[in-house]
């Protein structure tokens, strides 16, 4: 069991907070939120006095194994990213590292995201990685419990050929039989795969009660294609392929047409909201205020470390109004308040997770934030508003995850994050002047 | 003396950096950029391998005494923030705090907001205040020994009388000769100044050969406001009254038309971005791209505390680069080295200031920061990338100016940091009920 006591600010949801409480915890659930509460027999009694506690946030898109391009090449649209920088180094990867390293180096960058996101109060993640000894992933969030949401993202068209593709579609569905909570289905983007590819991957989504998550519209180029190659925009495309559920969730969905906004709130489907990376490739701006009128859920992600390049859930919130005030000249377009809740609830409605929010009966999942630090100074005037346009990734103390700690007073609790630290970028050096080399 | 050993990678300027040299700084300048420089008798030596040393970051425009208002209302445009949030609790505050603490209070705000720019690698800022007792600022600067570039915000149609005129700017003159090598001359803005307010002004800038700041064409409304009432746009009218120099800048120039952009390139004038607050007001986008084509020198600044809400100059260059790739559909709209150049030496030539370079000759004006942190571990690749894209406030380890500590191992030197906190926000919290109670 585990109390927090004296918790100065509980953050219940993105609208209420509450003053002066404790919070106690039995198994991976919360059971009592009220004032004053006894200290159970052998519990573990957190002080939280002068801190906010916030529902975990989850990270809703990422590509963790692009902690080996940070900071490669910038000022590229996706499309001359991913061929300029993306492919050839990842291509190369699975020549340069012997098979019996490889599960250890997914692992590696896996965790090293993972200390990243811990210090922004993450505690889930939804990632689409390369087909590296994924195994190594699954073990690195499990290690650290944190809920690591993991996918081999599929490109056949790009990437592989048709022997490829049976083998990667093989190799889908043992990590579906091996992983069943947390193993999610992620063809990269309907231009990227074949029809075959993305009907067999539909299928298996469905065999397993799989969450599916796609590229979809990210550019007006690969919806313009879409359109020209399929006869169908992407979301129609996807749903006549028999994707579209609450179990599926739409990445960046810049380019949506009015037909498929209606189609997404209709299927029930999660819009991914990616504020930096859109910008940062010049990739236009997700209409985030016409999928709030739909009715859409609507969840935040980072994005891959290789187009943000951080992999902070504070900053993302603050540009991700930000961006939206200045691209629409409008203060008042998306507000503190609402990417709270993409962070917090949208992100937990996507994962069909019983998160998102701390009440009693919800998931034990959250973070404590101290509020000492002169920047927060001013969290009781407008809390959601301080933690979003004030806070940053490094200000929260402890992560806990189904009631289990996974970061405490800083620390990572999962593994030695210096060591793994050490590990990766030894691993990684050794390959750095390859790379370079080859995403010129 | 001073020298920088081991230098793993210094920065010299926006452009270029080397590798593995030492730097020698004799009293005020940098004397040496060499590899493997002797140590001086009596030298301070420090150790910089496996560091960045950069040039020091200019906020070029900021409102300190807003940290009394961080975190009160969101959502607001400028004129509706003004009216609703800034204006009442300043005003008030003329008559809330005692005479005999005004002094130490205002002291105390820009002390607070002094640490945190120089945890973001800031030497020099400059500051447009409201009269309040602005020797404290004076003060504030001197002792955390940074470039505190100070001046009186005059905005006598909004906030004063003639009378008030006649003692503010009487206040103004006894300040540019008090301070003569830091105190600035500073009209809000020309809708808000009469123009016997900005003609005195402008005489008084001429005559001590201050350096003058004024908010241009922030926003729409103000800009159409301008050629309305006094038949020319801000520019223009602020050139008939001879305010316009290579000693003027212009803060926003959100809207600056056609005609003014000519205008500014032609008189030398610098125009200040404040990417984030002209973001999350909705203010609009500020015409980089061509500003640049104009050969204008651009700065870049975070503006006061209560409209980003953060004082960190690392955020603020990756806000400004993605902000011009978003509203461009351009991810070379505005590159990570346009960027560090407005912080930099944009900053520097704003303030006509020898700095902004690391290089032989130049004001020994730098901050030192490790890579060791995994973020930042790529700092080979690209370092300008990796320190726009990666870096945050709270990453630089130590910050000189003119060759003597403002920040030593993340601690300030020129005062008890925690001490002048705890006493800011102690007469902070008497008043705060009162300035939430007015700013509704």
Known sequence: MLILKNIAHLIVDSKTVLHSVDLLVEGDRIVKIAPNLPVPDGAEAIDCSRCAVL??????HTHLYQTLLVGQRDDLSLAGWCDQVLTPPITALYGKIPPKE????????????????????????????????????????????????????????????????RRDLAEVERLLKTYPETCVVTPSEPNLCSEAALSALSALAKQYGALIQVHVDETAREAAQ???????????YLDSLGFLSPRFSAVHGVHLTKREIELAAQRGVTVVYNPKSNAKLGSGVCPIPALNQAGINISLATDGPASNDRLDMFEEMRFGAMLQKAALS????????????????????????????L??????????????????????????????????????RDVYVGGKPALKN???????????TKEFYEILHRLLDEIQALSK
Do not use: H
Not at 410 to 420: K, P, R
């Open 102 to 165: 490889r599960e250890r180096f997914s692992y590696l960058w896996t965790a090293v995201g993972i200390c990243q996101m811990l210090r922004s109060g993450v505690t889930a993640f939804f990632n689409m990685d390369i087909n590296y000894a994924q195994d190594g992933m699954f073990r690195a969030a499990k290690e650290a419990n944190v809920r690591g949401y993991i996918g081999l993202e599929l490109a056949d068209l790009f990437l592989s050929d048709e022997k490829g593709l």
């Open 410 to 420: 800083g620390v990572v609790t999962g593994f030695d994050e210096s060591a793994v």
């Open 330 to 357: 409008n203060p008042k377009a998306v507000t503190a308040t609402d990417v709270f809740a993409m962070a917090t609830t949208g992100g937990a409605n996507m994962l069909l997770l019983d998160a998102g929010e």
């Open 55 to 60: 529902p975990g946030f989850v990270n809703a």
């Open 359 to 396: 009440k009693e009966g919800k998931l034990a999942d959250f973070s404590i934030l101290p509020l000492d630090n002169p920047r927060l100074a001013f969290g009781t005037a407008d809390l959601i508003s301080t933690i979003v346009y004030c806070a940053e990734s490094g200000d929260v």
């Open 226 to 236: 879409c359109v020209s190659e399929r006869g169908k925009t992407e979301l129609e």
